[in-house]
C-alpha cells in the first residue's frame, strides 16, 4: 500500500479488463489461499456488445408525452377466435406501445413484464416477451395449470427510460461513492472519499491505491491529509451522485414507472388435460449444470414449481435438518442472501446464530446446530458495498474466501451478486465475476464434490442506481460467467417476477421459503 503521485488513469466502459499499473504495494499480509486466479472468461462474456443488446431508441427530443405511456399502452389476444384453451397449450397476445397521446409507437426498447396469474389458485408464471423492434410485442404464457387465469402486463420502463439507464451505464463511470476511515495511533480519525477509479476520489492526484491480491482487483481512496495509506481501518456508504437531468428524471418519475396496464383480455379457463390439473415438474432431481427452461418454474397454491428438475417442498423443521445435517454452507454476497440465513435461523429452532462481535449488515454471520453437525456462514462481498460503518478487515473478498475452502460433498458455496454493481458500468461487474469464475472453477477442480449455487439477482430497484433494467443486464453476465460451469442457479429474478406482488428488494417470506426450499433440492435431491 503505497502512495502514487499524479496518477492520470482511464477506464474503458465497454471494455472487460480495467487495466491498472501493476507496481502496488499489496495490503499488510493476511491469510490467503496458494491459489490465484486466472481471471479467465467464457468467450460468451468478452463481447458486451452482444451480449447485453438492447433495442436502441431514438431521442425524444425533450418531448416527455412522446414517451411510452402505461395508461393508452394497449394487448389483445393474438388469435381472438380462440375460443377455449387446454392445460400444456399456451396463449399468445400483442402489445402495441403507445405514447402519451395515443399515437402508436415506431420502435422498441420499452421494458415490460408479462404475467398470467390465477389469483385464486395463488399462481403465476413469467409470461416471455418478445421485441419485434417496431413499437409491437409478442407475448407468450404456457397455460401450466387448470382453471382461472388473468393476463396481467406492467410497464417498468419506458424504451426512453431505458434510453437514459443506458446512457448512465454506459457514460458514468459510478453514480455513489464511498467513505474510508483512517485511524492513527492515538484513535485520531481522518475520513476520505473512496470508489473503484482514482479519478473518482477528488483527489486524483494524491491517492491511496489498494490490491486485493486474490482477485486482483483494485480500491482507491483519497490520500488522507496526515495519516499514511495504511491507516484505513473502515468502510461505508457515501453518496449518491446527482447524474440526471429534469426531463430524465421525468422519464423515471413514480407515475410512469411500473406501472400496470389496462385490462386487454378477460380472463381464460383452461381446461383439464387427461384429468390433470397441474404440469408437473420434470421427473430428473435437481443437479448443478441442468439447463435452465424457460420460464424456469411457476407458482401453484404459493409453491414455486420447478421446470428444471424435481424441486421438493421441505415444510417441516425436521425435514431442513434432516437435510443439512453434516454440511458447511457458505454463503456469499448481497442482503439479499442473507435473507436466506435469516430465514433459516428463524425458522429452525434449534440453528443457533453465534456471537462474533461483527457489524450485522456485512458480517461475518454464523449459526451451528451442532446435534446434526449444521453450520451456516453469510458474509458480505468486498468492496464496492453499500453499507454502514463496517471495518475493512471483515471485508473479505470472494475469491479470497473461495480459495481457502477445501470443498468435498458436505460442502455448499452460495453466491448472490448483482445489487451493489449497478452503480457502475458493466465492466467493473465483469471483472468481479473473472475472478470469481475462475476460483469456482478452480474449487470445483480440487473436489468436484462441492455443490455450488448461484443466486440469479431479484427485481426491486426501480431509479437510476438500481433498476429492474440494470438487474436484467447483470443476470445476463451471471448466466454467461457459469454457463460451462457445474453450478446451480436459483432464478430469483423469475422467482420474484411471477405472482402480483410489490417489488421489494427484499422479498418477503413467501419468496425467500420457495428461493430457500429450492437451494435445498439441491443439496438433497431425492
Given at each position: 500500500m503505497i502512495v502514487i503521485v499524479g496518477s492520470v488513469i482511464a477506464?474503458?466502459?465497454?471494455?472487460?479488463?480495467?487495466?491498472?499499473?501493476?507496481?502496488m504495494v499489496p495490503l499488510p499480509p493476511q491469510p490467503r489461499p496458494t491459489c490465484k486466479s486466472s481471471g479467465s472468461l467464457p468467450k460468451e462474456l468478452l463481447d458486451l456488445t452482444h451480449l447485453l443488446h438492447w433495442p436502441p431508441t431514438p431521442g425524444d427530443a425533450g418531448d416527455l408525452l412522446a414517451s411510452t405511456s402505461p395508461q393508452?399502452?394497449?394487448?389483445?389476444?393474438?388469435?381472438?377466435s380462440q375460443a377455449s384453451y387446454t392445460l400444456g397449450g399456451s396463449l399468445e397476445a400483442i402489445l402495441v406501445a403507445r405514447d402519451h397521446q395515443g399515437r402508436p409507437k415506431t420502435c422498441g426498447g420499452d421494458l415490460f413484464r408479462a404475467q398470467l396469474l390465477g389469483p385464486h389458485l395463488k399462481a403465476g408464471v413469467p409470461g416471455d416477451i418478445q421485441d419485434l423492434e417496431n413499437g409491437t410485442y409478442l407475448l407468450s404464457f404456457p397455460l401450466l395449470w387448470a382453471g382461472q387465469a388473468q393476463v396481467r402486463v406492467q410497464l417498468i420502463h419506458s424504451s426512453e427510460a431505458v434510453r437514459v439507464l443506458r446512457g448512465i451505464w454506459r457514460d458514468q463511470w459510478a453514480t455513489v461513492d464511498f467513505m474510508g476511515y483512517f485511524r492513527g495511533p492515538t484513535?485520531?480519525?481522518?475520513?476520505?472519499?473512496?470508489?473503484?477509479?482514482?479519478?473518482?476520489?477528488?483527489e486524483e492526484e494524491s491517492t491511496c491505491h489498494y490490491k486485493d491480491e486474490d482477485s486482483g482487483e483494485l480500491w482507491f481512496c483519497a490520500r488522507p491529509p496526515t495519516l499514511p495509506c495504511n491507516s484505513l481501518v473502515g468502510h461505508s456508504s457515501g453518496h449518491y451522485w446527482n447524474v440526471t437531468t429534469p426531463h430524465e428524471e421525468a422519464l423515471l418519475a413514480w407515475n410512469v414507472t411500473d406501472k400496470?396496464?389496462?385490462?386487454?383480455i378477460s380472463p381464460i379457463w383452461v381446461a383439464k388435460e387427461s384429468n390433470k390439473s397441474l404440469v408437473l415438474s420434470p421427473r430428473q432431481p435437481c443437479h448443478p449444470g441442468i439447463p435452465g427452461p424457460k420460464p424456469s418454474g411457476f407458482y401453484h397454491q404459493d409453491v414455486w414449481h420447478s421446470?428444471?428438475?424435481?424441486?421438493?417442498?421441505?415444510?417441516?423443521?425436521?425435514?431442513?435438518?434432516?437435510?443439512?445435517?453434516?454440511?458447511?454452507v457458505h454463503m456469499m454476497g448481497d442482503s439479499t442472501l442473507r435473507q436466506w440465513w435469516e430465514y433459516l435461523r428463524?425458522?429452525?429452532?434449534?440453528l443457533k446464530p453465534m456471537d462474533l462481535h461483527t457489524t450485522y449488515q456485512t458480517g461475518p454471520l454464523m449459526a451451528v446446530e451442532t446435534a446434526r453437525g449444521i453450520v451456516l456462514h453469510w458474509r458480505a462481498h468486498s468492496w464496492p458495498l453499500r453499507s454502514l460503518h463496517?471495518?475493512?478487515?471483515?471485508?473479505?473478498?470472494?475469491?479470497?474466501?473461495?480459495?481457502?475452502?477445501?470443498?468435498?460433498?458436505h460442502t455448499v458455496v452460495v453466491l448472490g451478486l448483482g445489487a451493489h454493481f449497478t452503480t457502475f458500468p458493466p465492466s467493473v461487474f465483469v471483472q468481479r465475476l473473472a475472478g470469481i469464475r475462475a476460483a469456482v472453477a478452480a474449487l470445483l477442480a480440487r473436489e468436484p464434490r462441492t455443490l455450488v449455487v448461484i443466486k440469479?439477482?431479484?427485481?426491486?430497484?426501480?431509479?437510476?442506481?438500481?433498476?429492474?433494467?440494470?438487474?436484467?443486464?447483470?443476470?445476463r453476465l451471471l448466466r454467461a460467467a457459469f454457463a460451462d460451469l457445474r453450478v446451480a442457479f436459483v432464478d430469483a429474478w423469475e422467482m420474484t417476477s411471477s405472482l402480483a406482488l410489490p417489488d421489494r428488494i427484499h422479498p418477503g417470506r413467501l419468496i425467500v421459503r420457495n428461493e430457500v426450499n429450492f437451494l435445498l433440492s439441491f443439496i438433497c435431491p431425492i
Open positions: 477506464i474503458c466502459i465497454l471494455y472487460i479488463r480495467v487495466s491498472w499499473p501493476n507496481s393508452t399502452s394497449t394487448y389483445h389476444l393474438r388469435d381472438r484513535g485520531y480519525e481522518e475520513i476520505v472519499t473512496c470508489n473503484v477509479n482514482p479519478l473518482l476520489t477528488g400496470v396496464l389496462p385490462q386487454g421446470l428444471s428438475c424435481s424441486g421438493r417442498s421441505f415444510s417441516t423443521v425436521d425435514s431442513i435438518l434432516g437435510c443439512l445435517a453434516g454440511h458447511v428463524d425458522t429452525v429452532p434449534s463496517t471495518p475493512v478487515a471483515s471485508l473479505h473478498s470472494v475469491v479470497r474466501e473461495l480459495g481457502g475452502l477445501a470443498g468435498g460433498p440469479l439477482a431479484n427485481t426491486g430497484y426501480k431509479s437510476v442506481y438500481g433498476s429492474d433494467w440494470f438487474t436484467l443486464q447483470v443476470n
